[in-house]
């Protein structure tokens, strides 16, 4: 009976480690900038909406590769945002909010609106940043990418 019982605890424990090297390790931006401070890393942010069509994609085809799991989880710190939310983030210092969600609809949060806009053109999703050690950005794309397009991205 023990000898089963470790079995299924060896088991467990093995099909919970496979499972998480199966996704990405998405950081929320607390846990981004206590690691920046700790460990300097690249970092890709993506900013996404629930209605967005290629967002959805890229989550579903891009984002479950396992080379661009593997790449990602080894060599940058990742942050996925909802580019729409109402939660008050607090990182580098500065209080970010989305003051407009009450009045508008699909109102864009400060951060999101801070990293994720281009001049002269309106923000729109998908949103992927690339930074690198110093967290300066090195590339912004605001287009659905293929996991081959994303892996020449991130081998930059």
Known sequence: ????????????????????????????????????????????????????????KIDRVV?????????????????????ETTDTIIFDGTLFTNPLAKTQRNAVHQLAALLGSRENYAFSLPVTLFFDEQFKVKRRVFEYYTSEELMKYLNQ
């Open 1 to 56: 009976m023990k000898k089963m019982l470790l079995f299924l605890f060896l088991s467990c424990g093995s099909l919970i480690a496979q499972k998480s090297d199966q996704q990405i390790n998405w950081l929320s931006w607390e846990q981004l900038e206590s690691a920046l401070a700790e460990k300097p890393k690249k970092t890709l942010i993506f900013f996404y909406a629930d209605w967005c069509a290629y967002c959805k």
């Open 63 to 83: 984002f479950t590769k396992p080379e661009v799991i593997k790449k990602i989880n080894q060599d940058f710190y990742a942050v996925r945002m909802n580019a």
